[in-house]
């Protein structure tokens, strides 16, 4: 049974960072492309950052230059790291998996940003 599980989501004060770790198990991690999404109240979900195996990562732009996904395969584990975080980046985000054809999902981390 594959298990994405998400942390690190919390409060944070605009400007502030967080760093959100996807643990996966049951899937073999090294092979995937691994991604976060976010879903903000009222808006279709959207790809944040996405890493390949081996590839080029991608970011949205209205992330760039302020987050940054990695990925340790042993840990098969994904990090995004968000800095200078703005009140727009207010999401619940999630982590994704995908192999082929297959397509996983962890349960989402709140992410609020507000003084």
């Known amino acids: 049974q594959v298990q994405l599980v998400e942390s690190g989501g919390g409060l944070v004060q605009p400007g502030g960072s967080l760093r959100l770790s996807c643990a996966g198990s049951g899937i073999t991690f090294s092979i995937s492309t691994v991604a976060w999404y976010r879903q903000a109240p009222g808006k279709q979900r959207e790809l944040v950052a996405a890493l390949p195996s081996g590839g080029t990562t991608t970011y949205a732009d209205s992330v760039k230059g302020r987050f940054t996904i990695s990925r340790d395969n042993a840990k098969k584990t994904v990090y995004l790291q968000m800095n200078s975080l703005k009140s727009e980046d207010t999401a619940v985000y999630y982590c994704?998996?995908?192999?082929?054809?297959?397509?996983?999902w962890g349960q989402g981390t709140q992410v609020t940003v507000s003084s």
């Open positions: 994704n998996a995908k192999i082929g054809i297959l397509n996983y």
